[in-house]
């Protein structure tokens, strides 16, 4: 017999949920066939079975929580599967549920403590208590000698009968029944994925003492670099060029002359960081994802491109491992692909920064006395107060216009 086990789930990671699984319990599986699949706070991780023979038994039904290094069920190697096996699968899940727990705390009140308390206490308190129907747990520690319970105790716990009912509907509201739902509506449980989306991003607000920035940026210079060399960069790197280079280069450029908004703040001491590890946010299956571009500062715009555009299509697919997740210095977040004009986003703990990228959109400018009809974005930098002053923020962001506006500056490092 082996177990399955559930394996590492990477940094600050501890606990996963049963998210599916893909064999049922009778079902032949062939070694390194995939068995369940365990969402995590960030990836969905799929755990592959180490033998070939028959999954004997699932101990971990679907939406259960579970630890790494936990067994979550076992295979029999070598076995056949077998016409009878397959309704292996609901013991556990018969064998696992609340009952069996609410009845195990039935005993210890019950018949085996009476007993005990009839000896240690006076006959008047121990027929007080059977008339009742009490416990001397429930009465508590007595007021007679050596803390033995009198009938006084007994009467006087029994005076008390609105103090306990109190009690249980003080808890209820925390565990409120949900809303009756209206026509037209459904309950859908939200992933492990969307409530970390959600917690994190609450705990990013409440925890920095966040502030925005913003900018606008001509695109004209940089779509029209693109414009020329977009063919001949693509026939020598297989990859297309996009702006997201552009700009990933623009930040490296200005996180360099303004490493604070590089760092994070770590209890009361500052991290300054020496690399750059730019997190890149894109949209996912599940949800919002920020895969990481390691060492960004020490990449060409080919290699940024493809790295960017492997990680997209791993993200797509569902296919990200922890290590694409974690280690992030500076994220940048492109709404623009959605027609956003402008926006606020939010910082992506504990890091100290975030660009945000918007829709290119023709607009009137005065250049050079004149009005010219010319490309313009907005960007906006949210940044955490507590470690960025704002003096640094705004020339943070001025850098990256003006790379951006003569990317020139960005092949000399100016």
């Known amino acids: 017999m082996t177990d399955i086990v559930v394996p ?21 599986v062939a070694m ?24 004997e038994s699932i101990s971990a039904d679907e939406g259960a929580e579970v630890e790494a290094g936990a067994v979550i069920g076992s295979i029999a190697e070598g076995a056949a599967a ?25 005993p210890a009140p019950g018949p085996v403590s009476r007993p005990a308390e009839g000896a240690a206490n006076g006959p008047a308190a121990t027929k007080a208590m059977a008339d009742a129907g009490v416990t001397q747990a429930q009465v508590g520690a007595g007021t007679g000698k050596d803390g033995r319970v009198t009938k006084g105790d007994v009467l006087a716990f029994l005076a008390k009968p609105a103090a306990a009912p109190a009690a249980a509907p003080a808890a209820a509201p925390a565990a409120k029944a ?28 409440n925890t920095a003492a966040m502030l ?7 695109m004209g ?7 020329e060399y977009k063919d001949a960069f693509e026939k020598k790197h297989g990859v297309k060029l996009g702006f997201m280079s552009f700009f990933v280069k623009a930040c490296v450029a200005a996180l360099k002359e303004f490493p604070a908004v ?61 290590e694409d997740l974690t280690g992030g210095s500076f994220t ?19 890091q100290s920064g975030i660009l945000g990228m918007h829709k290119i959109q023709e607009r009137p400018m005065a250049v050079g006395g004149k009005v010219e009809i010319r490309p313009m974005m907005y960007t906006a930098l949210s940044y955490d107060h507590r470690i960025v002053d704002g003096k640094e923020a705004v020339s943070f962001l001025v850098r990256v216009k003006e790379s951006i506006e003569d990317p020139r500056r960005l092949m000399l490092d100016l």
């Open 332 to 350: 940048i977040t492109n709404g623009g692909i959605y027609g956003s004009l402008m926006s606020t986003p939010i910082l992506n703990p504990p």
């Open 221 to 227: 210079a940089a779509m029209a670099l693109r414009s």
């Open 82 to 106: 077998k016409p009878g096996a397959a309704p292996a699968a609901p013991k556990p899940a018969a064998a696992a549920p609340a009952p069996p727990k609410a009845e195990a705390p039935q």
């Open 262 to 322: 590089n760092a994070e703040i770590d209890g009361d001491e500052i991290v300054y960081k020496h690399a750059v590890h730019m997190g890149i946010a894109v949209g996912g299956p599940s949800g919002l994802v920020v895969p990481v571009v390691r060492n960004a500062d020490a990449m060409s715009f080919a290699e940024i491109e493809k790295t960017i555009g492997g990680l997209g299509r791993k993200a797509r697919d569902g296919a990200l491992k922890l």
């Open 212 to 218: 925005t920035t913003f900018n606008e940026v001509d």
């Open 8 to 28: 590492p789930l990477g940094e600050s990671v501890s606990s996963a949920t049963v998210a599916r699984w893909l064999k049922k319990a009778g079902e032949s």
């Open 178 to 205: 949900p809303r009756a739902l209206e026509s037209g509506e459904e309950r859908v449980k939200m992933t492990r994925l969307r409530l970390t989306i959600a917690r994190r991003l609450k705990e990013a607000q």
């Open 32 to 55: 390194d066939e995939p068995l369940v699949e365990l969402e995590t706070d960030k990836v969905t991780v799929e755990v592959n079975a180490a033998v070939a023979g028959v999954l």
